[in-house]
């Protein structure tokens, strides 16, 4: 199975968050246009395959206030060689038409205590009839709201917290996040990477809107393009050449942390399997 990062020209979004360099950035009609051009020639490649293949959509800004990645989404889960998509999101848009996907999709959620009222997330999250994930990041400032949807999801619904950027913590304040998310310390540094075993480039890939392939989003080199079958000749195991990995969508595939088996039938949607 080969496991494709979509990222198409998408860089707009619908919220203002201080730590986000796409907060309420806008794309213009041609901009906006280009994407759903993208998104539809990509959506064609993966319906002809003859092979299985499991999609994320990590959007630059937020992808499913735009129809094209709804109807994305609901329609690849009903595709017989989709085992799995899934998106990454704000929830700021409607969701009464997730009702017609497949058990196949799945949402992996940010919750953003600035910008949307408690009890209105609360109330999306707790109508969603697909699998997710929800989470949120590791500000201090952000810790109250953390602990009260913490209380407020069912037990069985998994609340993440990514490390905040830049911020190095003590003990004591990891202990906090880790009370809400025992997976916390996964987070918590960037790990170094230089010379593992990495899925990416062999199992898993990043495809950007034109269908230039990379093994991951973070890696610039380039291993071919999609549309021209021109990357399959490139897939291998590979060690990862960059001296760190400090977000989850990359150092998930790296096989010494031996994540693949904490999230066993969660990778995209970042849902383990077992938590403490």
Known sequence: MLTILYRGPLASCDYDCAYCPFAKRRDSPEQLRADREALERFAGWVGEQPFEVSVLFTPWGEGLVRSWYRRALVEFSWLPNVAKVAIQTNLSCRTDWLSEASDRAALWVTYHPTQVAYDRFLGKIRSLPVRHSVGIVGDPAHLPDARRLRSD???QTYLWVNAEEGRLYTDEEAAEWSAIDPLFHVSRFPHRS?????????????????????????????????????????????????????????YVHLEPLGLYDVFTGGILERIPAVWP
């Open 153 to 155: 999801l069912p037990e």
């Open 194 to 250: 230089a010379g593992l075993p990495c899925r990416t480039g062999d199992s898993v890939i990043s495809v950007n809107g034109d269908g230039t392939v990379r093994r991951c989003h973070f890696i610039p080199e380039v291993l071919g393009n999609l549309y021209d079958g021109s990357y399959r000749a490139a897939l291998r195991p590979r060690p990862c050449p960059a001296a760190a990995c400090d977000c989850h969508i990359g």
